[in-house]
């Protein structure tokens, strides 16, 4: 099996993305309803059958609303979240799963792959992303591809492993004017803004500017909010990171695209 990066959508309406490598055939979050899932399999030649395992980031529907019907078609799927996070899904699910619990902050193998789960400030019961190490394969060298959307913030941890990854992908969630402009509650636009909300485009910018030594070439901004956002404006501010580091590959996923994005 060749090494590929599908993103099926990344908005705040849905996330999902399926990596191929090493053997192994892994769903990065389920955020989309069965029908969509399965569309967007099949653009890709493949079915739910065809997966090894689905890894949850955390509970909120835009992450795990389609695992009901993955599982339905692939009764055995391997699924990977942290002990919270499934004790939040179970029951939705309204199936035997086939758990595979980890601890937040540790490294553990699926297939030939192996994948550290890091610990990410949401509000959620514990949420995470995930750095995955895709062994070399063919002429192809080692590669790092991190997973990380849904943070109010970057810590510590976060700057550490967004620095690590070859392959990033990274939210930018929101463009503060237009979330201040929106009809949403002053509520829900606190929360959003907040240490365990989601990162605006600013903060995601700043973010990369901030580091120091990175190795990223594959650069994804993702989780766009339908409303409060615009491909248009990330790819503008995004022009400082292009100047600091000129061998990096920006794609600002559309939030409105259900087509795949794909890296071969």
Same mark, same amino acid.
């Given at each position: =099996?060749?090494?590929?990066? !599908? ?8 996330? +999902? ?10 769903? /990065?979050?389920?955020? &989309?309803?069965?029908?969509?899932? @399965? ?19 955390? @509970?909120?529907?835009? !992450? +795990? ?12 799927? %391997?699924?990977?979240? #942290? ?14 799963? #086939? ?8 490294? &553990?193998?699926?297939?030939? /792959? ?19 190490? +895709? ?23 976060? %700057?550490? !492993? ?5 392959? /990033? ?8 004017? =237009? ?18 909300? !989601? ?18 070439? @594959? ?8 409303? +409060? #956002? ?28 259900? #087509? ?5």
């Amino acid at each position: =099996m060749a090494f590929a990066f !599908h993103i099926l959508g990344t908005s705040s309406s849905g996330n +999902c993305s399926l990596l191929e490598a090493s053997g192994t055939r892994v769903m /990065l979050d389920a955020g &989309f309803p069965g029908p969509r899932l @399965e569309a967007s399999l099949q653009k890709l030649g493949l079915e739910a059958r065809a997966l090894d395992a689905v890894m949850i980031t955390h @509970e909120h529907s835009d !992450h +795990c609303i389609g695992l009901a019907a993955l599982l339905r078609q692939n009764p055995l799927l %391997k699924v990977f979240t #942290n002990r919270e996070t499934a004790r939040r899904i179970k029951d939705s699910v309204k199936a035997d799963v #086939n758990w595979q619990l980890f601890e937040t902050g540790t490294t &553990f193998e699926i297939g030939g /792959l192996k994948v550290t789960s890091i610990p990410i400030p949401h509000d959620a019961a514990d949420p995470v992303g995930f750095a995955i190490d +895709c062994p070399a394969e063919d002429a192809r060298p080692a590669k790092r591809l991190t997973w990380l959307t849904d943070l109010g913030h970057a810590t510590t941890v976060v %700057k550490h !492993h967004v620095a690590l990854a070859d392959i /990033l992908v990274l939210e930018a969630n929101y463009d503060e004017e =237009m979330l201040e402009l929106s009809k949403r509650p002053q509520s829900l636009k606190q929360r959003i803004k907040g240490n365990f909300g !989601h990162l605006s485009n600013i903060q995601a910018r700043d973010l990369l500017l901030g580091l120091r030594e990175w190795q990223t070439t @594959e650069l994804y901004l993702g989780h766009l909010s339908k409303e +409060c #956002n615009r491909t248009i404006i990330v790819d503008e501010l995004m022009n400082a990171v292009r100047d600091q580091k000129t061998d990096l590959r920006i794609t600002v996923i559309d939030p409105l695209e259900d #087509n795949p994005v794909s890296l071969w």
